[in-house]
T-cell receptor, first 116, second 115 residues
Framework: AQKVTQAQTEISVVEKEDVTLDCVYETRDTTYYLFWYKQPPSGELVFLIRRNSFDEQNEISGRYSWNFQKSTSSFNFTITASQVVDSAVYFCALSEGAYNTDKLIFGTGTRLQVFP | EAGVTQSPTHLIKTRGQQATLRCSPISGHTSVYWYQQALGLGLQFLLW???????NRGNFPPRFSGRQFPNYSSELNVNALELEDSALYLC??????????????FGPGTRLTVT
């Protein structure tokens, strides 16, 4: 069965702290894609990253970095030097199949609050 | 380039009525997806349309239905509204063939309130 677990319901940090959001997934497919989306208070989901199951290379984009480990079925997201604008709900999601064109299976989200 | 648009922004209906939500995909995208984000239930997949056909359906009753038009825009219809249908309905679009990557890009959502 496919499942995405984000065990952290809410995280609060002070600006400039580093924070890691955890994501653990379950799938029987050998080909799948993992995603992170950000949902600010406005409600619109903003795409952050896609990673396929064959690419375990970690990725860094500015203050954001992602650590994909198939051995532990995890796809964790780290924000370095957090800012107030990073406050949002972050969702990890899974899509199965070779072309990730089918539905996204979302975790329950982690609410990140960054205080000044 | 314009993103995914949804209308209306807010919709208030009475139990038993019908609701119609609309979505226009990013230009060039042929697939439209609908998700429900209800309080306490997270984001759940509802429907996927591509090239005018329903490709997949989530675990929702038949009173949730939709369609995709020749211009790839889509409608989500919810019949016989129940109080628990109150939620944010998000539409996403993507490419599903040809060159490019297939991420789903989301619209701002329609907040449906059933009283």
């Amino acid at each position: 069965a496919q499942k995405v677990t984000q065990a952290q319901t809410e995280i609060s940090v002070v600006e400039k702290e580093d924070v890691t959001l955890d994501c653990v997934y379950e799938t029987r497919d050998t080909t799948y894609y993992l995603f992170w989306y950000k949902q600010p208070p406005s409600g619109e989901l903003v795409f952050l990253i896609r990673r396929n199951s064959f690419d375990e290379q970690n990725e860094i984009s500015g203050r954001y970095s992602w650590n994909f480990q198939k051995s532990t079925s995890s796809f964790n997201f780290t924000i370095t030097a957090s800012q107030v604008v990073d406050s949002a709900v972050y969702f990890c999601a899974l899509s199965e199949g070779a072309y990730n064109t089918d539905k996204l299976i979302f975790g329950t989200g982690t609410r990140l609050q960054v205080f000044p | 380039e314009a993103g995914v648009t949804q209308s209306p922004t807010h919709l208030i209906k009475t139990r038993g009525q019908q609701a119609t939500l609309r979505c226009s995909p990013i230009s060039g995208h042929t697939s439209v997806y609908w998700y429900q984000q209800a309080l306490g239930l997270g984001l759940q997949f509802l429907l996927w349309y591509d090239e005018g056909e329903e490709r997949n359906r989530g675990n929702f009753p038949p009173r949730f239905s939709g369609r995709q038009f020749p211009n790839y825009s889509s409608e989500l219809n919810v019949n016989a509204l129940e109080l628990e249908d109150s939620a944010l309905y998000l539409c996403a679009s993507s490419l599903v063939s040809g060159p490019g990557s297939y991420e789903q890009y989301f619209g701002p959502g329609t907040r449906l309130t059933v009283t």
